[in-house]
T-cell receptor
């Protein structure tokens, strides 16, 4: 399966500023996903990023607040814009891993280690 | 659309006791199902997955889960709890790529926090 490098691992930011989170994958993948995990909560899907097209956002998330770039098949960024303390969360990127034909049951999802964001 | 429901946000067991974490899914087509574990201040780790092969799936750390279509369930079990099993457990569902005709989204349940006491 793919290996994901996500950075920064954590950051403390001032309200009103923006933070860009990077996600690098060691192999080419079609779909990349961005999740948010608020304190003590489960993971909520923010958007799905397909290379060469606009990201698809889930209900409750908008492009102006969470712009996403997907310039190639191994890289994506998520920006958290005009931050407020309510944006304090862990943000994770994920990729869907579909094995090559005949490679059996390797299908799954790989997650980055996450970016722990605190907005003060 | 698919979804998962985890019954019980907190489960507490004694060390050595059976662990049972419940997950029910909703999907109009055969799903792929996953259990992930998250230890405090750590990332997600895949415990096991069901991808339409054997209905009884064995995972890491002695965990297993059984896919029951008639009950739309995928409960996670471990015969004997260990102190190190204390963590947050997430059940998740994804559509089979065979049926989705497009990209698949992995949707998480609310999670169950497992506490293990001596």
């Amino acid at each position: 399966s793919a290996v994901i490098s996500q950075k920064p691992s954590r950051d403390i930011c001032q309200r009103g500023t923006s933070l860009t989170i990077q996600c690098q994958v060691d192999s080419q993948v079609t779909m990349m996903f961005w999740y948010r995990q608020q304190p003590g909560q489960s993971l909520t899907l923010i958007a799905t990023a397909n290379q060469g097209s606009e990201a698809t956002y889930e209900s409750g998330f908008v492009i102006d607040k969470f712009p996403i770039s997907r310039p190639n098949l191994t890289f994506s960024t998520l920006t958290v814009s005009n931050m407020s303390p309510e944006d304090s969360s862990i943000y994770l990127c994920s990729v869907e891993w579909i094995p090559a034909s005949g490679q059996g049951s390797g299908y799954g999802y790989t997650f980055g280690s996450g970016t722990r964001l605190t907005v003060v | 659309a698919q979804s998962v429901t985890q019954l019980g946000s907190h489960v507490s067991v004694s060390e050595g006791a059976l662990v049972l974490l419940r997950c029910n899914y909703s999907s109009s087509v055969p799903p792929y199902l996953f259990w992930y574990v998250q230890y405090p201040n750590q990332g997600l780790q895949l415990l096991l997955k069901y991808t339409s092969a054997a209905t009884l799936v064995k995972g890491i750390n002695g965990f297993e889960a059984e896919f029951k279509k008639s009950e739309t369930s995928f409960h996670l079990t471990k015969p004997s709890a260990h102190m190190s099993d204390a963590a947050e457990y997430f059940c998740a569902v994804s559509l089979s790529s065979f049926f989705s005709g497009g990209y698949n989204k992995l949707i998480f349940g609310a999670g169950t926090r497992l506490a293990v006491h001596p």
